[in-house]
């Protein structure tokens, strides 16, 4: 799924928890912080992600519960 400058991040969570979300490049090298150690209730997220400054490559963002450090949610996009 291409996008621009922006991207769309849409999350349900079905248990609260403290999680980061970031992107990443296919590397593995943090590009951006999008939240860090946010409390999340059960619900609907959006976020609109600014990727002005990265260049054209794939990415995914990636959500991730604090306190067990484990990977709940992830999703591949392409940057044009």
Same mark, same amino acid.
């Given at each position: 799924?291409?996008? /621009? $400058?922006? *991207?769309? =991040? $849409?999350? =349900?969570?079905? @248990?609260? %928890?403290?999680? $980061?979300? +970031?992107? #990443? $490049?296919?590397? /593995? *090298? %943090? *590009? !951006?912080? *999008?939240? +860090?150690? @946010? #409390?999340? %209730? !059960? /619900?609907? #997220?959006?976020?609109s992600v600014n990727l002005r400054g990265l260049s054209a490559a794939a990415y995914i963002a990636v959500l991730v519960d604090k306190v067990n450090m484990k990977l709940k949610a992830s999703k591949k996009f392409i940057k044009y």
């Open positions: 799924n291409p996008t /621009g $400058d922006n *991207v769309n =991040i $849409d999350l =349900i969570v079905a @248990e609260e %928890k403290l999680a $980061d979300l +970031s992107i #990443y $490049d296919m590397l /593995g *090298v %943090k *590009v !951006r912080n *999008v939240f +860090s150690g @946010e #409390y999340l %209730k !059960r /619900g609907y #997220y959006h976020y």
